[in-house]
């Protein structure tokens, strides 16, 4: 094997990276208001993070209103939301980037104020724990979901070809399927959330049938080789649970390994995406799975410079993603590899608001 670093370059299907410091998808909740449209803003963060030949997988973008779990976040279904990201991709683009678009449906994860007083939809009726943010940026008490009936489910794909076609017209040059972090797709694989009796539901072989006829559509709607999917098996956020977590995503990965797509993303379950706990005892989600995967796979989850740096060299994966230290640090990838110190971050301004804490975040001397 040759000998692999974080600045050796390498190929993710169709996307050639010159390095492997990846930007990971990071909700910020400033679209434009009304339409959650991408605008000149969302187009200088993301053109501060890009770097010849570095990849920035944008944030979670709903494909339908129905996908829509948070106010200000942006979606791409409408032609003024693919107008608006244009100016997204155009700005990385002129600095040599690549970005791919990550395809978001939060099913349970959601509350009626977005959907004119219907209830969010899941795979089954079962309320997520805790609270929940309205259209109105409150918090409220989580809703009992209602379960997607089957003949729902080939209009729902379609919302993600759409999308997917809808990316492409915007000029990503991929897209990323969210199948993580107890979103729709999530809610469709795993037990706990997951009551099915039809043939969505019960065997692990109707589990992931979902999710994989989104990857299958969205694939015919580009290209295997600019597609992704991102997985986070053992976490729990959004109140996931599974009886067998190996079983389940070993199936899940082998099945995507076989479309050959770009890559598979894997959060390691060490950190909880809601706060800065560290969860102990975690299993190695990079070791358990990646064998399973005949493709590139990108880790992500709680990396430092350093971390990330033996990741890569003892080929535990191909790329490593950096979620809250790219939001801090502009010029992440700079800093890593001239070993500088990083900037830190700022919880109180990740989502909504304005520039600050999310423009105005300084480069390195
Ligand atoms: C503010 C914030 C927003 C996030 N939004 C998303 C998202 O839109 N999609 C997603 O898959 N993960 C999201 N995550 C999870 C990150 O992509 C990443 O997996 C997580 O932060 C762990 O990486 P880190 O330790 O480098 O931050 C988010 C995390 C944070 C902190």
Redesign the pocket.
């Known amino acids: 094997m040759t000998e692999a670093t974080l600045f050796s370059p390498a190929d993710l299907g169709a996307l050639n990276l010159a390095h492997r410091v990846v930007m990971?998808?990071?909700?910020?909740m400033r679209a434009l208001q009304p339409g959650n449209i991408p605008g000149p803003l969302n187009a200088e963060y993301y053109a501060q993070r890009a770097t010849k030949g570095g990849l920035l997988i944008a944030?979670?973008t709903q494909v339908s209103p129905q996908g829509q779990g948070y106010p200000g976040t942006p979606g791409i279904h409408t032609p003024e939301q693919v107008e608006g990201w244009k100016l997204v991709t155009d700005a990385v683009h002129a600095k040599g980037g690549l970005i791919v678009l990550?395809l978001?449906h939060v099913g349970r994860t959601s509350h009626s104020s977005f959907h004119a007083g219907q209830p969010p939809v899941s795979a089954s009726a079962i309320r997520p724990p805790g609270q929940t943010m309205t259209a109105a940026w409150q918090m409220a008490d989580t809703e009992t979901p209602r379960a997607l009936e089957v003949s729902e489910l080939p209009a729902l794909i379609q919302t993600y070809a759409d999308a997917t076609k809808n990316a492409r017209a915007s000029g990503f040059d991929g897209v990323e399927l969210?199948s993580?972090?107890g979103y729709l797709l999530d809610q469709f694989l795993q037990d706990g959330t997951n009551h099915r009796t039809d043939t969505y539901g019960g065997a692990i072989e109707n589990r992931v049938r979902l999710p994989l006829e989104v990857l299958d559509a969205i694939i015919g709607a580009w290209s295997a080789d600019r597609v992704g999917i991102?997985l986070s098996p053992y976490g729990s956020f959004g109140g996931m649970s599974e009886s067998n977590t190996e079983a389940l995503f070993s199936h899940m990965i082998r099945e995507t390994s076989k479309r050959r797509i770009a890559y598979l993303h894997l959060?390691e379950a060490r950190?909880d995406?809601g706060s800065e706990e560290t969860v102990t005892n975690a299993p190695d989600v990079t070791a358990t799975f990646r064998g399973l995967f005949e493709g590139p796979v990108i880790a992500?989850?709680?990396?430092t410079a350093q971390s990330a740096e033996t990741e890569i060299a003892t080929h535990r994966a191909d790329a490593v993603?950096?979620?809250?230290?790219f939001?801090s640090n502009p010029d992440l990838v700079e800093r890593i590899r001239h070993h500088k110190d990083l900037n830190p971050y700022n919880r109180a301004t990740?989502?909504g608001g304005t520039d600050i804490g999310y423009t105005d975040y300084p480069a390195a001397a």
């Open positions: 990971a998808p990071l909700t910020r944030e979670a990550q978001w969210h993580a972090n991102r959060i950190v995406g992500a989850g709680g990396f993603a950096f979620g809250r230290l939001i990740f989502y």
